[in-house]
T-cell receptor, first 117, second 112 residues
Framework: KQEVTQIPAALSVPEGENLVLNCSFT??????LQWFRQDPGKGLTSLLL?????REQTSGRLNASLDKSSGRSTLYIAASQPGDSATYLC????????????????FGQGTILTVHP | DAGITQSPRHKVTETGTPVTLRCHQT?????MYWYRQDPGHGLRLIHY???????DKGEVSDGYSVSRSKTEDFLLTLESATSSQTSVYFC???????????FGPGTRLTVL
């Protein structure tokens, strides 16, 4: 059974810092990995999707890397801002035997990020 | 934002009553999913659909059933609600190509 772990569980940083959120998974037979952001009481917003054949993806101040063989992904946030405060979730989907996927996401517990002015 | 809505957004019901939650999409995506989110357990997959009338179970499917008679609608039914089904329910959609999932706003269900 796939297990996804996110470290740290919570992180508090001053505005302007660069920070790294970590995600690890136990089964390397993944189809893709997705990072989400969730604000309190809200739904999930997709931040970045990394296919299993890719090593990294970038969107603005966000950069996500994937090392499938070691079962790790990191989300790098540059020049953090108070508006980045949220819960960040990592999720993986398994590959089928034919190399496709039904997209059944397994989530980590999330990292609660607080960026203070 | 992806065109995905959920109804109702909030519901309070009593133990033993049937409840149906609706997910509606305007993107014509093939795949649709129901997840629940609970403190201490995170998000877990209940059921998913890979086409009209094609559905399968997820990790926590006991006590839930689903139906998909049209591409745009995916219904989640609790035949007889229990207090353990108090949760926030999220619907998600995914296109055939690419694999990125998009989530709806959620339904907060309270079973008394």
């Amino acid at each position: 059974k796939q297990e996804v772990t996110q470290i740290p569980a919570a992180l508090s940083v001053p505005e302007g810092e660069n920070l790294v959120l970590n995600c690890s998974f136990t089964d390397s037979a993944i189809y893709n990995l997705q990072w989400f952001r969730q604000d309190p009481g809200k739904g999930l917003t997709s931040l970045l999707l990394i296919q299993s054949s890719q090593r990294e993806q970038t969107s603005g101040r966000l950069n996500a890397s994937l090392d499938k063989s070691s079962g790790r992904s990191t989300l790098y946030i540059a020049a953090s801002q108070p508006g980045d405060s949220a819960t960040y979730l990592c999720a993986v989907t398994p590959s089928n035997a034919g190399g496709t996927s039904y997209g059944k996401l397994t989530f980590g517990q999330g990292t609660i990020l607080t960026v203070h002015p | 934002d992806a065109g995905i809505t959920q109804s109702p957004r909030h519901k309070v019901t009593e133990t033993g009553t049937p409840v149906t939650l609706r997910c509606h999409q305007t993107e014509n995506h093939r795949y649709m999913y129901w997840y629940r989110q609970d403190p201490g357990h995170g998000l877990r997959l209940i059921h998913y659909s890979y086409g009209v009338k094609d559905t399968d179970k997820g990790e926590v499917s006991d006590g839930y059933s689903v139906s998909r008679s049209k591409t745009e609608d995916f219904l989640l039914t609790l035949e007889s609600a229990t207090s353990s089904q108090t949760s926030v329910y999220f619907c998600a959609i995914r296109p055939e190509v690419g694999g990125e999932q998009f989530f709806g706003p959620g339904t907060r269900l309270t079973v008394l």
